[in-house]
Nanobody, 117 residues
Framework: VQLQASGGGLVQPGGSLRLSCAASGSFFSLSDIYWYRQAPGKQRELVGSITRGTSTTDYADSVKDRFTISRDDARRTAYLQMNSLKVEDTAVYYC???????????WGQGTQVTVSS
């Protein structure tokens, strides 16, 4: 397994979760990391990203100011900190490591996040 996502679970509205995306190889530091989510009956949606090197982040409008993406290249792990969670954040969350030049394109297996009272 090249990438493994974890940290999902059941949380009440307004709560927080932190997802992790752990890589098994040195490709991690060469990769931009993307977080996606897919809710039942909906298309996969890009949540946000963090670049290699400068760790520049970008977010979908729906999660801006609530979610934060970070990375620790020494631990080969990326994180998605989710605060002020809403029912509509319920989805399976996936991480993706991408570097087209080096032909890196790995996906984690997905982790379920359920926001419900």
């Amino acid at each position: 397994v090249q990438l493994q996502a974890s940290g999902g679970g059941l949380v009440q509205p307004g709560g927080s979760l932190r997802l992790s995306c752990a890589a098994s190889g040195s490709f991690f530091s060469l990769s931009d990391i993307y977080w996606y989510r897919q809710a039942p009956g909906k298309q996969r949606e890009l949540v946000g990203s963090i670049t290699r090197g400068t760790s520049t982040t970008d977010y979908a409008d729906s999660v801006k100011d609530r979610f934060t993406i970070s990375r620790d290249d020494a631990r080969r792990t990326a994180y998605l900190q989710m605060n002020s969670l809403k029912v509509e954040d319920t989805a399976v969350y996936y991480c993706n490591a991408l570097n087209e030049y080096f032909r890196i394109d790995y996906w984690g297996q997905g982790t379920q996040v359920t926001v419900s009272s």
